[in-house]
């Protein structure tokens, strides 16, 4: 390796990590540019994504040219993930991936650890899948969990046997029930209603093995070597400080995201940094930024729901009359696959309401709307984006806050109710809708936003943003963390 580059040279032979995300967008993204820190380190990454993500990877990303910068410290490996080619691995199908992964997943993984070459040091995986520590452990290889979604949702998650236990669970529907207050939640009580819980709490059933996995893969945290968040204690101190009293040893470093651009921008100050370059599993469209261009300051809403939510005909229709009515600028991202049955083919709703502007996507005067996938972190940062209708992803609210925008909150699934609730209750850093797809309340929230309560929010926002910005600096919470952990995997050496 260079000197010239700014990074130390390496003295010994480094150790060899092996990272292994959950296989989804958010989860991809986030792991991979832990990657990339550990590669600034000269630790060495063997990168394993499922075959299907690691050919989308390939097709649609320069992750082959970002990494090469890292010869003979980075490597990408493919493992079958047990569904066919032309599952949809979206919406709750999603969840499919948890059982096939168990059965054809496992018994892969296991020969790929006893194999590899050199032998593994570390395992970082996602703590979000159960097997891995349990098979790592029987090879003896100690196993560090990266979870990706955020302290709130993963406390939430850990304590789902003590809300059970207290009978706060399950959750006996109707409204009233909805917005019964939960008090199992240390930290969270007094604002964590039943309807804020992860949504897989929303069933009657307890026992449903999704629901079951996640909360045991979450318990699970405390016994893996070390835990690693993408957070930091500004955004959610009081959270973590409940979770370190069952994970011990644990790692906020984030917003990842932002970690890698400070670094990468320390290091070659002129240069652009890599963590613009894409990680996306779709092909992106770029020419929403130039439509951006022409828009005044802060004047757009930025509305995209992410990599794996499946939208109703109907609701979509509401959104659409509610922007309209709103008179606010927007930019509206589509992502193909995101609607139930598809635009046009057969669905109990009516899809030949849909605006046709909808349906084509085109880029007018004061909106546009994108069939398909845009290069998202950019658009946060162009200076006419003034607000976020999102889904609350873990990801994408996290680049939010780092790009100082306040968000409107419209929760599909898993951790975003959640995400929402302290976004909008306890950061306040924008407005909730969640179960409320109407009209009336997406115009009421859009000119809330981006009108009555716009500097409020927005000084809020920004306050946030410089809060985030200073954690992932090197005398930052983020950056003191994540040189301990390299520190610690150092320490895993194997002689
Ligand atoms: C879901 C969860 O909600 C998330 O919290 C969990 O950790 C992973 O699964 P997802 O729908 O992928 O996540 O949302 P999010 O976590 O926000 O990640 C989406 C990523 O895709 C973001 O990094 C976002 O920038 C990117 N994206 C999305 C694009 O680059 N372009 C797009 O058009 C849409």
């Known amino acids: 390796m260079a000197e010239s580059d700014g990074r130390p040279l390496p003295t010994t032979t480094p150790p060899h990590v092996l990272i292994f995300p959950f296989p989804a967008q958010g989860h991809i993204t986030s792991m991979l540019n832990l990657a990339e820190l550990l590669c600034l380190s000269n630790l060495r990454v063997t990168f394993l994504n499922s075959d299907y993500n690691h050919r989308r990877l390939l097709q649609f990303t320069s992750v082959k040219s970002r990494f090469a910068v890292y010869p003979e410290l980075f490597y990408m490996l493919g493992i079958a993930d047990g569904l066919p ?25 296991k020969d790929l650890l006893l194999s590899i070459r050199p032998p593994l040091d570390c395992v970082i995986s996602d703590g979000g899948l159960d097997f891995p520590l349990d098979v790592a452990g029987e ?4 196993v560090v969990h990266f979870r990706t979604i955020g302290a709130s949702c993963f406390w939430t998650y850990f304590c789902i046997p003590d809300l059970i236990e207290a009978g706060e669970l399950p959750v006996r529907g109707g409204e009233e029930e909805m917005d019964r207050l939960i008090t199992k939640v240390p930290g969270a ?15 009657r059933d307890l026992s449903h093995p999704y629901l079951q996995g996640m909360v045991s893969a979450t318990r699970l945290s405390s016994k893996a070597y070390a835990l690693i968040l ?30 890698l651009r400070t670094k990468l921008k320390n290091l070659k100050p002129t240069q652009e940094s890599s963590s613009s370059s894409s990680s996306s599993l779709w092909e992106e469209d770029r020419t929403c930024l130039g439509w951006l261009n022409g828009q005044p300051p802060k004047s757009v809403l930025y509305v995209n729901f992410g990599s794996i939510t499946v939208m109703k005909p109907d609701d979509i229709i509401e959104i659409w009359h509610g922007l309209i009515n709103s008179k606010q600028r927007f930019l509206w991202v589509m992502r193909q696959g995101s609607v139930v049955a598809e635009l046009g083919s057969n669905s109990n709703s ?14 007018g005067e004061e909106h546009m709307v994108v069939s398909g996938w845009v290069p998202q972190k950019e658009v946060l940062d162009h200076g006419a984006v003034g607000g976020f209708l999102t889904h609350s992803g873990w990801n994408s609210t996290l680049e939010t806050i780092v790009a100082g925008v306040p968000m409107i909150c419209l929760p599909y699934f898993a951790d975003q109710q959640v995400n929402s609730r302290f976004t909008s209750e306890v950061w306040k850093l924008g407005l909730d809708m969640k179960d409320a797809c109407e009209r009336k309340v997406v115009e009421k929230v859009v000119t809330e936003l981006m009108v009555e309560r716009r500097e409020e929010l927005g000084s809020r926002a920004a306050r946030m943003a410089e809060l985030a910005r200073r ?4 005398d930052g919470s983020s950056g003191r963390n994540l040189e301990a952990l390299i520190e610690d995997i150092r320490s895993m050496r194997r002689s």
Not at 96 to 103: A, I, K, N, Q, V
Not at 471 to 474: A, E, F, K, P, Q
Request: glycine share 8%; charged share 20%.
């Open 471 to 474: 954690s992932v600096g090197l």
């Open 85 to 109: 080619t032309d599952h949809p691995r979206c919406g709750e199908q999603i969840l499919d991936l948890f059982e096939s992964m168990r059965s054809v997943t496992k018994p892969l993984f």
């Open 139 to 142: 090879v003896g290889i100690p």
């Open 350 to 363: 009516n899809t030949s309401t849909f605006p046709e502007e909808l349906v084509k996507g085109y880029p």
């Open 189 to 203: 009580e007094g604002f964590l209603r039943c309807r804020d819980l992860p949504s897989l709490c929303r069933g």
């Open 230 to 259: 993408n957070t930091f204690p500004d955004l959610e101190g009081p959270i973590l400080t409940q979770i370190n009293s069952h994970c011990h040893k644990m790692y906020p470093i984030g917003p990842i995201h932002e970690h």
